[in-house]
């Protein structure tokens, strides 16, 4: 919502407006809430997000807690504003033999890692994806901060409801979601900084545990189909 955008967007709802009496503009991020009040007062509606049907069962594995590799998922489709420059920041800072990457296969790379990479199918099924999001220790999910100030990740949603620890940008509605629940430890301020292996301690811990399993619990009763 800037630049052109915003001059469409503005033009079409007060084009709208002259044909019908009542307008409702519906977005599912508080940041767009916000700015769009502004000019169009109480036409504003925040909808949730209907993610909340993705349980996931599997009998025949379970999570090894005693495990020495920690498995990093990468989720969805290689695009530019998901696996751009943090994303690159990352793996930089974070070649290490006790990690292994789970990503799409279409990520390619001249440069010899130490981690251990795991590619997945471009298109994965339904339990195909739940299940490597499940069985890893950490979603990175490290996006633009430019392209979502103002916009959701399905994929965020549907990790905090799985209690997933998510690694995501800062400035980012993701971002602001984890500061609602004091989840500040999961907030990359600087990917270019960041190594993984010094804050392990904090992100494996009980109290971490704690605030996620609360934003779990507010996510499933608020982000669902029947409210939507």
């Known amino acids: 919502y800037k630049e052109i ?3 469409i967007f ?9 044909k019908f009496s009542i307008l409702k503009i519906l977005t599912d991020t508080k940041n ?17 997000v209907p993610h909340t049907n993705i349980i996931f069962k599997n009998k025949k594995q379970k999570k090894n807690k005693k495990q020495k590799i920690i498995k990093l998922y990468f989720p969805g489709q290689y695009r530019p504003e998901k696996f751009g420059i943090n994303f690159q920041n990352f793996l930089k800072l974070n070649n290490n033999t006790k990690y292994q990457i789970f990503i799409n296969r279409k990520f390619k790379t001249e440069k010899k890692f130490k981690f251990k990479l795991k590619f997945l199918k471009n298109n994965l099924s339904n339990f195909e994806y739940m299940k490597a999001m499940y069985f890893s220790d950490f979603i990175i999910l490290p996006y633009s901060s430019k392209l979502y100030k103002s916009r959701t990740s399905g994929i965020f949603i549907e990790g905090a409801i799985l209690s997933k620890k998510i690694l ?3 400035n980012t509605w ?3 979601e984890y500061r ?6 999961l907030i990359i301020r600087d990917w270019s900084k960041f190594e993984l292996k010094d804050n392990l301690k904090k992100l494996f811990s009980k109290k971490l545990d704690l605030k996620i399993k ?6 499933v009763k608020v982000h669902n189909q029947d409210n939507y």
């Open 174 to 176: 993701m971002a602001n």
């Open 214 to 219: 609360l934003m779990q619990n507010k996510y």
């Open 32 to 48: 767009l809430v916000d700015i769009l009040k502004i000019k169009h007062i109480n036409n504003v509606v925040l909808l949730p």
């Open 10 to 18: 503005n033009f079409f709802v007060n084009f709208i407006k002259k």
């Open 180 to 185: 609602r629940f004091r989840l500040n430890d």
């Open 168 to 170: 995501v940008t800062e």
């Open 5 to 7: 955008k915003k001059i």
